[in-house]
Nanobody, 124 residues
């Protein structure tokens, strides 16, 4: 499975961006799709995920109420709608996918497939 992320860019604080992640196929390999991010000088961290079946989502505390993950079944695409952006949201955002269940879905090792990353920069 190949993941192609897009939609990054620069925005002022309080603004919005939408990231997209297109999967080359939708099989058991994309049971769960999600996003991680890595800010300069910091470790990569979990942002959120969505399950293809049922559309259940889960978010890190620091994005709850601001970010929304959704999916388009027909396009094999997952979206990360980011609202009320803050300078601390500046990071490279990575799209991820896994055929595994949710047990390790908050951890990097829980994901087998990673996209190339897209830069998001939020200025104050």
């Amino acid at each position: 499975v190949q993941l192609q992320a897009s939609g990054g860019g620069s925005v002022q604080a309080g603004g919005s961006l939408r990231l997209s992640c297109a999967a080359s196929e939708r099989t058991f390999s994309t049971l769960i799709m999600g996003w991680f991010r890595q800010a300069p000088g910091k470790e990569r961290e979990f942002v959120g995920y969505i399950r293809w079946s049922g559309g259940v989502t889960y978010y890190a505390d620091f994005v709850k109420g601001r970010f929304i993950i959704s999916r388009d079944n027909a396009k094999n695409t997952v979206y990360l709608q980011m609202n009320s952006l803050k300078p601390e949201d500046t990071a490279v955002y990575y799209c991820v996918a896994t055929p595994k269940g949710p047990d390790e879905s908050l951890l990097q090792r829980g994901y087998d497939y990673w996209g190339q990353g897209t830069q998001v920069t939020v200025s104050s």
